[in-house]
Nanobody, 120 residues
Framework: QVHLVESGGGLVQAGGSLRLSCAASGTIFSRNTMGWYRQAPGKQRELVAQITNGGSTSYADAVKGRFTISRDNAKNTVYLQMNSLKPEDTAVYYC??????????????WGQGTQVTVSS
């Protein structure tokens, strides 16, 4: 069974930076998209950033220009570099992997979440 383990969360001041990591304990099917969702108190979970197995990236409008997602396939790890953090970035961040095999049903893996708190 594949497990996604997140790390790098914490408490930072507004304008600071954090780097989140998500490491897969097993092999993920090669045709996949990995990324990060976040959920703040009283709000629904929202997609923050994602990256395909080929390296194509996309970002939520709220984080464009501040966050950068990347992956190291050899290490089965995806990263989220977060710069110029704002208090509204405060949330639990969840790593995910969306597997989309050809001619097979899609399925997802989820991490346990890591807390990011940005103080003003």
């Amino acid at each position: 069974q594949v497990h996604l383990v997140e790390s790098g969360g914490g408490l930072v001041q507004a304008g600071g930076s954090l780097r989140l990591s998500c490491a897969a304990s097993g092999t993920i099917f090669s045709r996949n998209t990995m990324g990060w969702y976040r959920q703040a108190p009283g709000k629904q979970r929202e997609l923050v950033a994602q990256i395909t197995n080929g390296g194509s990236t996309s970002y939520a409008d709220a984080v464009k220009g501040r966050f950068t997602i990347s992956r190291d396939n050899a290490k089965n790890t995806v990263y989220l570099q977060m710069n110029s953090l704002k208090p509204e970035d405060t949330a639990v961040y969840y790593c995910y992997a969306h597997v989309n095999p050809i001619f097979r049903p899609s399925y997802d893996y989820w991490g346990q979440g890591t807390q990011v708190t940005v103080s003003s």
